[in-house]
């Protein structure tokens, strides 16, 4: 099993930044990629950021320039620095880590998700 724990969440006003970490601990073989997601009050869960264990990313639309993803391999750890926050980037966001067991298997792993409210 893997934990995946989340920090970093807060209150801020539109404009203001945030950096959230995440910290993956336990029986860790290999972490192809991690993640952030985002939901919103009665939205369905988002992909905002993903980085690669080659250090490809993929970025959602709407924070593409604002938002940036880093991971540190060797501390499987990644985190999202947020700038320009908007009202609508208000939501509880997800780690999310994808890994592969020693045996090859491929499973997929969530953090129990941190508020971001950005207020106007």
């Known amino acids: 099993q893997v934990q995946l724990v989340e920090s970093g969440g807060g209150s801020v006003q539109a404009g203001g930044a945030l950096t959230l970490s995440c910290v993956a601990s336990g029986r860790i073989y290999m972490i192809n990629a991690m993640a952030w997601y985002r939901q919103g009050a009665g939205k369905g869960r988002e992909l905002v950021a993903l980085?690669?264990?080659?250090?490809?990313?993929r970025y959602a639309d709407s924070v593409k320039g604002r938002f940036s993803i880093s991971r540190d391999n060797a501390k499987n750890t990644a985190s999202l620095q947020m700038n320009d926050l908007k009202p609508e980037d208000t939501a509880v966001y997800y780690c999310?880590?994808?890994?592969?067991?020693?045996?090859?298997?491929?499973?997929?792993?969530w953090g129990r998700g941190t508020q971001v409210t950005v207020s106007s």
């Open positions: 999310n880590a994808d890994t592969l067991s020693r045996d090859l298997h491929r499973n997929e792993y």
């Open positions: 980085m690669t264990t080659s250090g490809g990313t």
